[in-house]
């Protein structure tokens, strides 16, 4: 496998708002992974084009200036291509390629990992005992035991990885990944991902405890708890923190956290997005009265018409218009931004208003693209779910798609997201089993109005064409009267035609 598919953490573009992810750093789960050693992965779980890569980025950055970690050692991994079908080298060079970056540290104490290391790069390279090659398994287990080596050298300290793009894994890939990365967090490892998916299980708990000081009645769904291995009682962590143990009276040394994974949803919050998209526009057409704190430019002639008194919409309403359209998702706001950074005008705004940006149509045709260099049975199931799922803005029944789908080998609705690369979520809209549906207003758009010719034909081979009327019985013509005249068939009730100047027979 080209080693190029594994890339380090890209440089944080100019035209990022500085304060976007504000809240992602003060998140509870993000904070309480940065500062305690867990046994959990955190998730963080984003769409298409809702920022996975830059909040990668700037999360790197966070915990390289964050005085608490930045003499610690960080590993960044971005998985930048569709992974080639070679499992095992994919395996192997993401191993190696992990030892390399956790050497960059000064917090390495007695690192004796040098000795497993040199005898992997003499298997993998020199082949001084095996002209042939070495087996695989016996590379791994190098490679390893000098990752093992290294990270016990840590002495109790911190050591993170980040990785990102963990979708252009095929399943069996990321099956195998999983694996190494549960090893490395029993190894003491400190594990972020992001991803598409939020396909991974998780039971709904909420505190048990009677002295929550939290009402039974308000207390929210937990996404970090303790349950005792006992009695199965939820403690919430503020709970534990204040010494509020098992109520049943169990010690506390029988609370565990027993989930495998915490998920962060990459959502902008409103004031956020609304702060953005004043900062973007100011920054591209000088002071129109947003209140940004963007580095303002004289006014552009679009600027100009928009803060003028003979502007049909206020710039106010310009504003909101991306707000509403964008529903949280900052690549669709961008999309919308860079529209109006276009136009000239308030007439040219006003004119493709109802227009899908090209911008977003090309994010979605190349997104399609990865769907369809798929093996011919997921690609198959995946457009034919996409089609599936424009019919109805509330997407489509698992148990109704897998009907549709019933020549495929669909074991769960997991399948189903898993090949159709995050265009698909799922949800619980009024319905008692999970829909699948569009993962954002835009692209339901996209797919019900035939943008793409492959989503139009599987929509086709699920949907065959249906005559358009339905077949009528023909009858006797009905009885015409002076004030009525009507008919219920086309055809004369007369077993020929007459024609002029003939004559019946007899």
Request: hydrophobic share 35%; glycine share 4%; net charge negative.
């Given at each position: ?6 890339q ?11 304060s ?7 998140d ?14 955190l ?16 999360i ?6 964050h ?14 291509r ?16 992990l ?6 540290t000064?917090?390495?104490k007695?690192?004796?990992s ?32 000098a990752l ?14 980040l ?10 890939q ?11 967090l029993?190894a ?18 909420l ?21 005792c ?41 409103d004031?956020a997005?609304k ?18 704190s ?41 999309a919308?931004?860079?529209?109006i ?8 705004i006003?004119s ?5 940006p ?65 265009f698909?979520l ?34 086709m ?15 006797s013509?009905?009885d ?5 005249l009507?008919r219920?068939?086309?055809q ?7 024609r ?7």
């Open positions: 496998m080209p080693r190029s598919s594994l380090s953490v890209k440089r944080i573009s100019s035209d990022i708002f500085p976007i992810y504000d809240w992602f750093f003060i509870g789960a993000f904070v309480r992974w940065r500062k305690a050693r867990v046994i959990w992965p998730y963080c779980i984003g769409s298409p084009g809702a920022g996975k890569t830059t909040l990668f980025s700037l790197y950055r966070y915990l390289k200036r005085p608490e970690t930045q003499n610690y050692p960080i590993a960044d991994i971005c998985i930048d569709e992974v080639p079908p070679h499992d095992v080298y994919f395996i192997e060079d993401f191993l190696e390629t030892y390399h970056k956790l050497s960059d000064t917090v390495l007695e690192d004796h040098d000795d497993a290391y040199e005898e992997y790069a003499e298997m993998r390279f020199l082949l001084k005992d095996a002209p042939e090659g070495y087996r695989a398994k016996t590379r791994l287990q190098s490679l390893r035991e093992n080596s290294r990270l016990n050298a840590l002495k109790g300290e911190r050591a993170f990885l990785l990102d793009g963990i979708d252009r894994c095929s399943p069996t990321r099956l195998l990944l999983d694996n190494e990365l549960s090893k490395l029993e003491g490892l400190s594990i972020l991902i992001t991803s598409r998916l939020a396909v991974l299980e998780r039971v709904e708990a505190c048990e405890h009677p002295d929550d000081p939290v009402p039974q009645y308000a207390r929210l769904s937990l996404n970090m708890y303790y349950e291995c006992i009695c199965e009682y939820i403690v919430c962590v503020p709970c534990k923190d204040a010494k509020r143990s098992c109520p049943n009276g169990h010690e506390e040394l029988h609370l565990h956290e027993t989930y495998d994974h915490v998920n962060i949803n990459i959502a902008v919050p004031m997005m702060e953005f998209i004043a900062w973007n526009l100011e920054r591209e057409h000088g002071d129109l009265g947003l209140g940004s963007a580095r303002k430019p004289p006014l552009s002639p679009l600027g100009r018409s928009l803060i003028s008194n003979t502007a049909s919409k206020s710039v106010q309403k310009h504003a909101e218009d991306v707000y509403e359209a964008a529903g949280g998702h900052i690549g669709m706001a961008k919308r931004l860079d529209l950074h276009t136009m000239d005008s308030l007439e040219g006003e493709r208003r109802d227009q899908l090209a911008n977003i149509i090309t994010m979605f045709d190349a997104g399609l693209k990865r769907i369809e260099i798929q093996p011919s049975d997921q690609r198959d199931i995946a457009l034919k779910a996409i089609a599936a799922a424009a019919a109805d803005i509330r997407g489509v029944e698992v148990p109704v798609l897998r009907e549709m789908l019933r020549n495929a080998d669909i074991r769960s609705g997991e399948d189903v997201l898993e090949c159709s690369k995050g698909l799922t949800s619980t809209h009024d319905t008692p089993s999970l829909r699948l549906t569009a993962f954002h207003q835009s692209f339901f758009r996209y797919i019900s109005e035939r943008y793409n010719q492959e989503i139009h034909r599987a929509s081979q699920i949907n065959p064409a249906r005559p358009r009327f339905a077949p009528r019985e023909i009858g013509p009905a015409i009267t002076p004030q009525k009507a219920s068939i086309t004369p009730v007369h077993p020929f035609i007459p002029k100047d003939t004559r019946n027979w007899t």
